[in-house]
């Protein structure tokens, strides 16, 4: 299998699983800067994601599949026993699913692209940022309550893409101080040490396999 990802990205949160997971993906670069977006060996990723974001997952049998949520359950489905995802059919499985759903679509895309692009102005950023404070002590009350992790006990796949999206607090100039809970569950993902090797891996990683990464 290989993951398409660029560095500094949501495409953080499949390595991650990947990592926590044992399964060793070959990584390929995008440039998601250029215009059309191209890999690291020259090939058109418009060609691999017409929407030519990342991250994509490049299967065994040759299709492609997008959206880092999807990603994350199809890698954490494949070592079921590690409890990254919890089986279909049962009552956790849509929690894991609403928390991604709520990482995707109330924080990932809320600090990207509003706090990314400077050109939309302080305005603009000033509203993404009240609203992103809103999110997160929603997150800091269930972690108070129901943590350590998000759904509880086990680390997830949930809790890879939080901590891959809230990891962007200091790039995006969001005050993480009113929430000692959230800066706990950083600290606590990010000594994990299948997380500490999938950073330092997303950051140098070149095209090649990453064994067990
Ligand atoms: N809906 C997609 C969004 C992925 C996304 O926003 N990727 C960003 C990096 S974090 C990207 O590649 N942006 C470049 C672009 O939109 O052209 C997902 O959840 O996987």
């Known amino acids: 299998m290989k993951l398409y990802y660029a560095t500094g990205t949501c495409s953080l949160s499949p390595h991650i699983v990947a990592s926590e997971a044992g399964i060793a993906l070959e990584l390929e670069r995008v440039d998601i800067g250029h215009t059309p977006p191209v890999t690291e060996t020259g090939a058109d990723y418009s060609a691999i994601n017409p929407n030519g974001y990342v991250p994509a997952l490049r299967l065994d049998d040759g299709s492609v599949l997008t959206e880092g949520a999807a990603i994350v359950q199809y890698l954490a489905d494949l070592k079921p026993e590690t409890g990254l995802a919890p089986p279909a059919g049962t009552p956790a499985r849509p929690r894991l699913q609403s928390w991604l759903n709520f990482i995707a679509t109330e924080l990932h895309k809320m600090y990207s692209p509003w706090l990314f692009h400077?050109?939309?102005?302080?305005?603009?950023?000033?509203?993404?940022?009240?609203k992103i404070g809103r999110r997160l002590a929603f997150v800091e009350a269930h972690l108070a309550t129901s943590g350590p992790f998000l759904m509880g006990e086990r680390f997830?796949?949930?809790?890879?893409?939080?901590?891959?999206?809230?990891?962007?607090?200091?790039?995006?100039?969001?005050?993480?101080?009113?929430?000692?809970?959230?800066?706990g569950?950083?600290?606590?993902?990010?000594?994990?040490?299948?997380?500490h090797d999938a950073v330092a891996a997303h950051s140098r990683a070149s095209r090649r396999t990453l064994q067990n990464a």
């Open 118 to 130: 400077p050109e939309y102005g302080e305005p603009l950023q000033a509203v993404a940022r009240e």
């Open 156 to 183: 997830t796949a949930a809790d890879a893409y939080l901590f891959t999206i809230v990891g962007w607090s200091g790039y995006a100039k969001v005050d993480l101080s009113a929430f000692p809970q959230v800066r």
């Open 185 to 195: 569950f950083m600290d606590r993902v990010a000594a994990r040490p299948k997380v």
